[in-house]
């Protein structure tokens, strides 16, 4: 099975600034990986897939990059509603696993 | 309007059994793939089990494997999880997915709201 490890487990950022989420695989998923934003008590919401597509109605601050093993969110400048826990998830190869997720917290 | 809604969790000892239903609607169930996703209190989201459109092809998480089956019924635009032979472990909020397919990807673009599943010693 492919493992997914994102880094850093915790993100520190203020509201305005950047934020750069990264997530690795454990052997190439091509450029078959999705980010969720996952906030307590709501459905995970599907930001991006094929590693750099915005799904339906996600802000263009948001922005996703890589391929083969290394890939990375980013979030241009951060809204008071970014702040939540991140995933990635690979769907190369089943087992469809998720990384541990970054928490994205106010600074 | 796509809409999950996921029901029949609760609280059952270790060894028990509960089953769970994504109930859907706002899209042709028939014609999707889904998916149970967990996270258990304090932790990530982990996936636990797939069945393809036509019931067909079933995969699950080697945690569950043996205890737990997928199933669903595409008249009654609903996704079942039958869950035996519980263990504490298994504590945890249960989500029911869809997979969106475009070309080669493959993500899950609408979840439910989770029902949550405690299973005491």
């Known amino acids: 099975e492919i493992v997914m490890t994102q880094s850093p487990a915790t993100l520190s950022v203020s509201p305005g600034e950047r934020a750069t989420l990264s997530c690795r695989a454990s052997q190439s998923v091509s450029s078959n990986l999705a980010w969720y934003q996952h906030k307590p008590g709501q459905a995970p919401r599907l930001l991006m897939f094929g590693a750099s597509t915005r799904a339906t109605g996600i802000p263009a601050r948001f922005s996703g990059s890589g391929s083969g093993t290394d890939f990375t969110l980013t979030i241009s400048s951060l809204q008071s509603e970014d702040f939540a826990v991140y995933y990635c998830?690979?769907?190369?190869?089943?087992?469809?696993?998720f990384g541990q997720g970054t928490k994205l917290e106010i600074k | 309007e796509v809409q999950l809604g996921e029901s029949g969790g609760g609280l059952v000892q270790t060894g028990g059994s509960l089953r769970l239903s994504c109930a859907v609607s706002?899209?042709?169930?028939?014609?999707?793939?889904m998916n149970w996703v967990r996270q258990a209190p304090g932790k990530g989201l982990q996936w636990v089990s797939y069945i393809s459109s036509s019931g067909n092809t079933i995969y699950y998480a080697d945690s569950v494997k043996g205890r737990f089956t997928i199933s669903r019924d595409n008249a009654k635009n609903s996704l079942y999880l039958q869950m035996n032979s519980l263990r504490v472990e298994d504590t945890a909020v249960y989500y029911c997915a869809r997979i969106y397919y475009s070309g080669n990807d493959r993500p899950f673009d609408y979840w439910g709201q989770g029902t949550l599943v405690t299973v005491s010693p």
């Open positions: 998830q690979q769907y190369n190869n089943w087992p469809f696993l």
């Open positions: 706002g899209f042709t169930f028939r014609s999707y793939d």
